[in-house]
C-alpha cells in the first residue's frame, strides 16, 4: 500500500509550489504522540496538544529551492551588514545596537567577520508568488537542528521499509554540523575538540538537549562537552592538547540576561582563544536593517542580484523620517507606514519570538500610529509588507481525538544552514491556520521537520 495520499486540486489559500503529493500517518494517533514525545522528552519545551502525525512533504525542486536561495541571499545579507562600517565600533553605531551587545566580540577582526554566518536558518513563507523570505536567524542558539533531528528519528523509524529504505530524502542537521566543526578543525589548525556553550536554566532545568548534541559529536569522530558557563573555563585553562579551540555559541544575550547569567566567562574564554560560532557579528546579519537595506538595494548589487531580493524579500524599508520608493513611486515613508497599516508590519531590528513585531491589520489605527512614530524617532526598526500565507494539508494528531485528522497549516519554513551548507528544513505552523506570529513555544503552535518527495 501507498504511503502516500495526492492532495487534488489545491485549496484557494493553497500554492501549487507545495506539490500534489503527503505522507500518510504511519501509526495509530497514540503510537505517533508517544514517540514524538518520548524524543522530545526533557528538554524544557513547551506542551504541545497537538502534533504533527506525518512530515511535510514538498516536491524535490521546491525543497531545493530554499536551500538554493537561503546560500545566495546570506552572501548578500553578509555583505550589506559589513559593508555599514569598517570597524565593529562603527556596524555598533550605525545599528543602534543596544549596550547589551556591545561584547563577546573576538578581538581579531578578520576572524570575527569570517566566522559570524555559520549558522543560519531565515524565516519563510510561501505567498501568492512563491517562497518570502521574512528575517534572517544567524546565531548558533536558534532553533531547528536539534527539533528536525528529534522528529526525523521518528519518522524514519515510522517510514523504513524491510529493506531499510525510506520514501523521502532529507538533510541530516547533526552530520552536516559534524563535518562542519571537523572543516573548522582543519581551516584553523587545532584538534577536532568541540565546547558545545549553553546552560540547562535556558532549558527548563535540563540538560538532555545539549547531552543529545554531544553524544553525537563523540559519537563520530569529534571530542564534544557540554559547558555550563561557570565551567567554561576549563575550556582554555588545561594542558595545550586538552584545550577546546573550537565551540557552539547555544544561548543569546538576551536570554541570559533575562536569565540573570554572567556573560564574562564566555569573554574570557574568547580572549583565551576559543572560537565559538556564529560569532557577535552575527547580530548585524541578523538585524531586521540589513534586510532593509538590502531590499532598498546597494550600489555594489548587479541586476541578477537586484532581480533576486525583488523575487524573494519582500518589500522592507528601514523606518525613518525620510522619502523612499514603493511599486515604482517616491513615498514618505513615515506617512505611507501610517497610511497603509492594514500592509504593513513593524518589527524592532533585533527580537525574538515575535516579541517585537506588531502586525498592522491585528493593531488599530491609534496604536498602529504611535507605534510607527516613535519607531521612525528611535530609527531602529523597519516596515515589511505583510505577506499573506498560502496553506498546505497536513495530518496532525491531538490530544483526546483517537484518529490523526487533516488540518490545512500555513507553515513557516526555517532551512537550516551549517557554514552555508543545507543541513535540514525546519517548519512552524499553528494549528487553527492563523497567519501571524508563530512561535514554536506557542501555546497553539507546533513544528515539524521537511522532507523531499
Not at 513615515?334 to 513593524?346: C, H, I, P, Q, T
Amino acid at each position: 500500500m501507498s504511503v502516500f495520499q495526492e492532495t487534488g486540486p489545491q485549496a484557494a489559500t493553497g500554492h501549487p509550489w507545495f506539490g500534489r503529493n503527503r505522507l500518510l500517518p504511519a501509526a495509530p494517533a497514540q503510537t505517533i504522540r508517544e514517540m514524538l514525545r518520548t524524543e522530545m522528552r526533557d528538554m524544557g519545551y513547551s506542551y504541545q496538544s497537538f502534533l504533527p502525525a506525518a512530515p511535510i512533504t514538498l516536491p524535490s525542486a521546491s525543497y531545493a529551492e530554499l536551500f538554493r536561495v537561503s546560500a545566495a541571499l546570506l552572501d548578500l545579507v553578509r555583505r550589506t551588514a559589513l559593508e555599514s562600517a569598517p570597524t565593529t565600533e562603527g556596524r555598533l553605531a550605525a545599528y543602534r545596537m543596544p549596550p547589551s551587545e556591545h561584547q563577546l566580540f573576538v578581538a581579531d577582526q578578520f576572524t570575527e567577520e569570517r566566522y559570524a554566518d555559520c549558522v543560519t536558518r531565515p524565516d519563510i513563507v510561501i505567498g501568492p508568488n512563491g517562497p518570502k523570505f521574512l528575517e534572517f536567524n544567524v546565531s548558533g542558539a536558534l532553533g531547528g537542528p536539534v527539533e528536525t533531528h528529534c522528529r526525523l528519528e521518528v519518522w524514519r523509524r515510522l517510514y523504513t521499509d524491510a529493506r531499510g529504505r525510506v520514501p523521502f530524502s532529507y538533510e541530516d542537521a547533526f552530520a552536516v554540523r559534524t563535518e562542519m566543526f571537523r572543516g573548522l578543525g582543519r581551516e584553523l589548525g587545532v584538534a577536532p575538540r568541540v565546547a558545545l556553550l549553553g546552560s540547562s536554566r535556558d532549558q527548563g532545568g535540563f540538560t538532555r538537549y545539549f547531552e543529545m548534541q554531544t553524544d553525537y559529536f563523540n559519537s563520530h569522530g569529534l571530542i564534544a562537552r557540554f559547558f555550563e558557563p561557570e565551567d567554561l573555563h576549563e575550556a582554555w585553562d588545561c594542558p595545550p592538547h586538552l584545550r577546546y579551540a573550537l565551540g557552539l555559541r547555544d544561548f543569546t544575550i538576551p536570554d541570559w540576561a533575562e536569565l540573570g547569567i554572567d556573560t564574562a566567562p564566555v569573554q574570557a574564554a574568547l580572549d583565551n582563544g576559543c572560537l565559538l560560532v556564529g560569532t557577535q557579528t552575527s547580530t548585524f546579519l541578523s538585524s531586521k536593517l540589513t534586510l532593509g537595506m538590502l531590499s532598498e538595494g546597494r550600489p555594489w548589487m548587479s541586476a541578477s542580484e537586484r532581480s533576486l531580493v525583488d523575487t524573494y524579500l519582500p518589500w522592507t524599508r528601514v523606518l525613518s523620517d525620510r522619502w523612499t520608493t514603493r511599486g515604482g513611486r517616491k513615498v514618505d515613508l513615515v506617512r505611507y507606514a501610517v497610511d497603509n497599516r492594514e500592509s504593513l508590519v513593524l518589527k524592532e531590528s533585533i527580537g525574538m519570538s515575535g516579541k517585537q513585531v506588531v502586525i498592522g491589520r491585528e493593531t488599530d489605527q491609534a496604536e498602529w500610529e504611535a507605534a510607527v512614530t516613535e519607531a521612525a524617532e528611535k530609527g531602529a526598526s523597519v516596515v515589511q509588507e505583510f505577506v499573506e500565507p498560502r496553506t498546505c494539508r497536513l495530518a496532525v494528531v491531538a490530544d483526546g481525538v483517537d484518529e490523526p485528522y487533516d488540518v490545512d497549516v500555513a507553515p513557516v519554513f526555517g532551512p537550516v544552514l551549517f557554514a552555508g551548507r543545507p543541513a535540514a528544513l525546519f517548519s512552524r505552523f499553528s494549528a487553527d491556520n492563523t497567519s501571524g506570529i508563530v512561535s514554536i513555544n506557542g501555546n497553539n503552535s507546533s513544528y515539524d521537520c521537511v522532507v523531499a518527495v
